[in-house]
């Protein structure tokens, strides 16, 4: 009985460790007053059938989980919904929202951070200014050297597509 106690407490560590620690846009500009860290926006949509796959087999792959728990704050934020934004001088709503039950417009934080597509990933300095945006359904491998190289400040070093590739083949990828 000790025995599978244990191991159920280790299984519950684990599986919780995998998983990234979402929060909102206010908490994460709290947040990032008292500790600053780059942000991470998950652009999605309850409807979106690849925001789910991003969700489930990309932020919930444990190693990248690990890097956006441990570097940035995560935001998640429903690209279409009604959530009130307070960003950058500027109060965000969506006058198109109708339902939760139906697809809405887009809302007006989503278009002020350029958003075309969902899922999208915005990624924001210590100061809330855009470093990137990464759009499309993306696994863990493939994205994995932008968070490392975002969370590193390397990014910034990397002024031409032949230093990005340069970059990718020297990355020692964790994930398999």
């Not at 006058?95 to 934080?109: E, V």
């Not at 990464?134 to 190289?149: I, R």
């Amino acid at each position: 009985m000790k025995k599978i106690f244990i191991l159920t407490l280790i299984l519950i560590q684990v599986s919780s460790f995998a998983q990234v620690r979402w929060m909102t846009m206010a908490q994460a500009l709290a947040a990032q007053k008292k500790e600053p860290k780059k942000i991470i926006i998950d652009f999605y949509a309850d409807w979106c059938a690849p925001c789910k796959d991003m969700e489930k087999n990309t932020f919930n792959h444990p190693e990248l989980a690990k890097i956006i728990n441990e570097k940035f704050y995560a935001v998640k934020f429903e690209s279409d919904g009604n959530e009130t934004i307070n960003f950058a001088g500027h109060t965000f709503t969506n006058p198109d929202y109708k339902s939760k039950k139906s697809k809405n417009g887009l809302h007006q934080f989503s278009k002020y951070m350029n958003i075309n597509i969902i899922p999208t990933m915005v990624f924001l300095d210590e100061k809330t200014d855009p470093i990137t945006s990464l759009s499309g359904v993306l696994k863990a491998k493939e994205v994995e050297p932008y968070f490392t190289m975002i969370a590193s400040d390397e990014y910034k070093n990397i002024k031409s597509r032949k230093e990005w590739e340069s970059y990718r083949k020297k990355f020692n990828s964790k994930i398999k």
